[in-house]
């Protein structure tokens, strides 16, 4: 079983649950309590669990389960909107903590985050499934190996279904979740600092709400959230990076398609279907070499959340880095740099205009 580890989880939502499935999959690890103020999400929780919910301890937030003790880590899966109240209590009770990305909704609450993340005598890990998932993983490997020379370009496409109805519709309006190129994209620019290991600079955004929700009203409030867009990264070290973003093409064959061009040759991951495809440079009008690979994923941890399997292998390293066998993969400032190119895309969408990064301090 491995040394034990005692969760604790607050918002036992989807994204609670998933991670629920996947702590059952983790050795030593022990669900000891959640908090949720929603009595149909406990009930959730208590249905993934089953017969081992008799001994869950239940509270309605975050700050009556770290009064109560007893747990070593925190999982944090609740409403973007609340995490800065969330986390509160839990850095005052100096547990590990993994929060669900975004961290915050603004730069100002992500900068908080960080402040308090670095004076925690436990660690933080901001949740950033998509590193995780095995095909995306070995892609940034090889990249950073030098597969492709040096690498001068990044591309994105995410091609998928529009946001899934939540508790209370909050998901809704960008005012909670920081607008969708914070809330969705928060991931894909994390993943742009990853793969060109530097920092971006300015950012552009042409995007809208052109299709989804546009029939929807919540007392009285129509929704104001992006569902497609274009976005480039320009990054300190000269690589552009560019963001494909469609809520409103269910059906495609692939939600995820990721490229990276270097001077001497092209590199494609493309997810479900988790096949790696290389295109060395041969010259004009010769034949192409291209060789493909495919990177398998365990099967139980495909069956375990929506993530194609990358919420059971983060859910690894973050118990490594709890009990000091690895370190911290993605820190909150890491967590801090996705929400704050984040803002800066919806600035740009907002005002039809390039984003400085340095408009926000950076």
Not at 7 to 33: F, K, R, S, W
Request: with cysteine; hydrophobic share 45%; charged share 20%.
């Amino acid at each position: 079983m491995g040394r034990a580890i005692r969760y604790g989880l607050v918002g036992t939502g989807m994204m609670g649950v998933e991670h629920i499935q996947n702590l059952a999959l983790t050795p030593g690890a022990q669900l000891v309590a959640v908090a949720d103020p929603t009595a149909s999400s406990i009930g959730w929780a208590k249905a993934a669990l089953g017969s081992a919910a008799d001994e869950l301890r239940v509270y309605s937030d975050s700050a009556a389960l770290a009064r109560a003790g007893g747990v070593d880590a925190v999982i944090v899966a609740s409403p973007n909107h609340t995490h800065r109240t969330i986390l509160e209590p839990l850095f005052d009770a100096g547990v590990h903590i993994l929060c669900e990305k975004p961290v915050a909704t603004t730069i100002e609450d992500a900068r908080w985050v960080v402040e308090r993340a670095e004076t925690s005598p436990g660690i933080f890990w901001t949740a950033m499934e998509y590193r995780f998932m095995p095909p995306a993983a070995t892609f940034v490997e090889q990249v950073h190996a030098g597969r492709i020379g040096a690498l001068r370009m990044v591309s994105i496409r995410e091609h998928r279904f529009p946001f899934l109805s939540k508790v209370g519709d909050w998901n809704r309006f960008s005012a909670n979740t920081g607008g969708t190129m914070v809330e969705k994209c928060c991931h894909f620019f994390d993943l742009m600092r990853l793969i060109t290991q530097s920092e971006a600079v300015r950012v552009y955004c042409s995007g809208a709400m052109d299709v989804n929700h546009l029939d929807e009203c919540y007392d009285g409030k129509r929704p104001d959230i992006i569902d497609n867009s274009y976005t480039t990264v320009d990054f300190a070290n000269g690589v552009r990076a560019m963001l494909d973003l469609s809520m409103f093409a269910d059906g495609v064959q692939n939600q995820e398609e990721i490229t990276a061009v270097g001077d001497r040759a092209r590199l494609d991951v493309t997810i479900p279907e988790g096949d790696i495809v290389f295109s060395p440079r041969t010259g004009f009008m010769q034949p192409n070499a291209v060789t493909r690979e495919h990177i398998a994923v365990d099967q139980k941890a495909l069956a375990a959340g929506h993530h194609h399997g990358a919420t059971y292998y983060q859910h690894q390293h973050f118990r490594a880095a709890i009990l000091g066998e690895g370190a911290v993969q993605v820190s909150a400032h890491d967590g801090l740099m996705a929400v704050a190119i984040g803002a800066a895309a919806e600035l740009s969408a907002r005002e039809k205009r390039v984003v400085e990064m340095s408009e926000f301090g950076f």
